[in-house]
């Protein structure tokens, strides 16, 4: 397992780096929830990412929002 592999449960998490799809364009999920979340940070939204950019770019978002963090309770 290489050192951008993260263990998290039963489930890997592999790096987009890592990705063998990584440089194809972005699904129509990501590109609809990039969107939402660009629009919630007010920050630009780039609908020409690759998959890999755009997970990294979600992850970005999600800390900047607060979205996708397990909930206290």
Same mark, same amino acid.
């Not at 699904?27 to 920050?43: H, R, V």
């Given at each position: 397992m290489s050192d951008k592999t993260k263990v998290q449960g039963s489930n890997t998490k592999k790096d987009p780096d890592e990705w063998t799809t990584g440089?194809?364009?972005? +699904?129509? &999920?990501?590109?609809?929830?990039?969107? +939402?979340?660009?629009?919630? &940070?007010?920050?630009?939204?780039d609908e020409n990412l690759t998959k890999a950019e755009a997970s990294k770019r979600i992850d970005e978002l999600q800390q900047n929002t607060g979205r996708g963090q397990p909930k206290a309770g």
């Open positions: 440089d194809e364009r972005m +699904t129509g &999920a990501q590109k609809s929830y990039l969107k +939402t979340l660009s629009e919630e &940070a007010q920050e630009e939204f």
